[in-house]
Antibody
Framework: QVQLVESGGGVVQPGGSLRLSCAAS????????MYWVRQAPGKGLEWVAL????????HNADSVKGRFTISRDNSKNTLFLQMNSLRPEDTAVYYC????????????????WGQGTLVTVSS | QSVLTQPPSASGTPGQRVTISCSGS????????VYWYQQLPGPGPKLLIY???QRPSGVPDRFSGSKSGTSASLAISGLRSDDEAEYHC???????????FGGGTKLTVL
């Protein structure tokens, strides 16, 4: 079945870096737009970044521009999020999610989602 | 501060009908379809309603969605205890070039 499994979360000091991974299985990974969405403790969902199915189209939320980089390795069915210059306000559970359209251009239809990985930025 | 506005909480008794509202603007709900996600404690969100009012297979017809102008709503009829969860609305935002979400509504079944 279609599955997304995130990894790489942990505790990091302010200003530090972390790289998240999302392993995809059960579908043709290279045909789908992929997203990172986060949820801070007690808060709603916030879109972080998206990447086109072939990696050529990338968009970041303003809150992470210049600090976070989304990428993908279609040969390994894996999505990444490189997070630099981390701030306490980046503390959240980070989810990866798939756009179900084949070779789509992006939208708000995200299905499925992974189980999330917790990132804590604290000294 | 979320781009879309939802009430932080809602409640009802078993068997009742509950509605959750979601308000946006012309750049998101006003010009793009609305999606609803259910988040139970633990796992990631699950798609509940797509394209304003469509249900994925496996979602009971007790769940329904509607949209009018820059607002949308989710209705749950025949409320059950296992409907207790957080519900999030979402829509693409043409100005931000990304999906935007509501702050989530925590539904309590009394």
């Amino acid at each position: 079945q279609v599955q997304l499994v995130e990894s790489g979360g942990g505790v990091v000091q302010p200003g530090g870096s972390l790289r998240l991974s999302c392993a995809a299985s059960g579908f043709t990974f290279s045909s789908h737009v992929m997203y990172w969405v986060r949820q801070a403790p007690g808060k709603g969902l916030e879109w972080v970044a998206l990447i086109g199915y072939d990696g050529s189209n990338k968009h970041n939320a303003d809150s992470v521009k210049g600090r976070f980089t989304i990428s993908r390795d279609n040969s390994k069915n894996t999505l990444f999020l490189q997070m630099n210059s981390l701030r306490p306000e980046d503390t959240a559970v980070y989810y990866c999610a798939r756009d179900p359209y084949v070779k789509g251009t992006g939208g708000a239809w995200l299905d499925p989602w992974g189980q999330g990985t917790l990132v804590t930025v604290s000294s | 501060q979320s781009v879309l506005t939802q009430p932080p909480s809602a409640s009802g008794t078993p068997g009742q009908r509950v509605t959750i509202s979601c308000s946006g603007s012309s750049s998101n709900i006003g010009s793009n379809p609305v999606y609803w996600y259910q988040q139970l404690p633990g796992p990631g969100p699950k798609l509940l309603i797509y394209k304003n009012n469509q249900r994925p297979s496996g979602v009971p017809d007790r769940f329904s969605g509607s949209k009018s102008g820059t607002s949308a709503s989710l209705a749950i009829s025949g409320l059950r205890s296992d409907d207790e969860a957080e519900y999030h609305c979402a829509a693409w935002d043409d100005s931000l070039s990304g999906p935007v979400f509501g702050g989530g509504t925590k539904l309590t079944v009394l």
